[in-house]
């Protein structure tokens, strides 16, 4: 699929405002009307999906890329939830981390430990300092939470 360059923008743009990945914005406009159980299913598919291009990019060294990586697969990891659990959509970075303690009530509080690791990636993503070994635990981390929330939903 070709996204137009000005479309790109527009949803980067969106994505950066929200703090949401733009994969987030693209999912969320094309599932509109969707039942939010196969919403949640596919936002669980493409959370999975990204765990598999932070890998890629870890693999290369690219630490940022992969750090965003797994951001953006735990951010969307806990929409699935929402979506699945209580019909939610989650738009904001406030929502997420809200709703992310019904999910550490539900699981433990191994789910805070994944989150956070996600969150420092999200920020490492712009500041560049974690080194390949915090990026390897955090995917790790992710891996989990995504798994759990997966075996959930699918």
């Known amino acids: 699929m070709v996204i137009p360059p000005r479309v790109a923008s527009q949803l980067r743009a969106e994505a950066e405002k929200l703090g949401v990945p ?16 196969e919403k949640a299913k596919e936002y669980i598919l493409v959370s999975m999906n ?11 060294g690219d630490l940022r890329q992969a750090s ?16 699945n659990k209580d019909n939610t959509r989650l738009s904001s970075h406030g929502e997420l981390w809200r709703y ?11 789910v805070r430990d994944s989150w956070n690791a996600a969150v420092h990636m999200h920020i490492n993503f712009y500041e560049g300092w974690a080194t390949k070994e915090d990026v390897e635990d955090a995917m790790r981390k992710a891996e ?10 699918m």
Request: glycine residues 4%; proline residues 2%; without cysteine.
């Open 22 to 37: 733009v994969e987030d914005i693209i999912l969320e406009k094309l599932s509109a009307g969707i039942d939010p159980k």
């Open 68 to 83: 965003e990586k797994i951001w953006g697969a735990v951010a969307l990891a806990i929409k699935a939830y929402a979506y």
């Open 50 to 60: 990204l765990l598999e291009q932070a890998k890629a990019e870890l693999e290369k």
């Open 144 to 153: 989990k939470l995504v798994e759990k929330i997966r075996s959930e939903i």
């Open 100 to 110: 992310k303690d019904k999910i550490v009530d539900v699981f433990g509080q191994w």
